[in-house]
Nanobody, 121 residues
Framework: QVQLVESGGGLVQPGGSLRLSCAAS????????MGWYRRAPGKQRELVAT???????NYADSVKGRFTISRDNAKNTVYLQMNSLKPEDTAVYYC???????????????WGQGTRVTVSS
């Protein structure tokens, strides 16, 4: 099995910063893309940022310039540095990874349980 565990969420004031991390573990042959998604109460889950195995990235327009996604392939870990946080960033943040497991050629998506970020004064 494959597990993704997020950490780093919490309560922060507007303008503050948080750094989220997500570590993948289990039966993993390789990981392609990794990313962060978020869901606020009453809203659909939305893409925040993704990164390919080679390091290329893409961001939602709402976070571009404020958030930075990075990864440590040796540790199967992806990070999300969140700066200049706004109240509208309040959501549960979920980690996603495209994982190839031993013996299966296709990639499959795995999700973490989420970590809550609350931005409030």
């Amino acid at each position: 099995q494959v597990q993704l565990v997020e950490s780093g969420g919490g309560l922060v004031q507007p303008g503050g910063s948080l750094r989220l991390s997500c570590a993948a573990s289990g039966s993993i042959f390789s990981i392609n893309a990794m990313g962060w998604y978020r869901r606020a109460p009453g809203k659909q889950r939305e893409l925040v940022a993704t990164t390919a195995s080679g390091g290329s990235t893409n961001y939602a327009d709402s976070v571009k310039g404020r958030f930075t996604i990075s990864r440590d392939n040796a540790k199967n870990t992806v990070y999300l540095q969140m700066n200049s946080l706004k109240p509208e960033d309040t959501a549960v943040y979920y980690c996603n990874a495209e994982v190839k497991v031993p013996g299966i050629s296709a990639l499959d998506d795995y999700w973490g349980q989420g970590t809550r970020v609350t931005v409030s004064s």
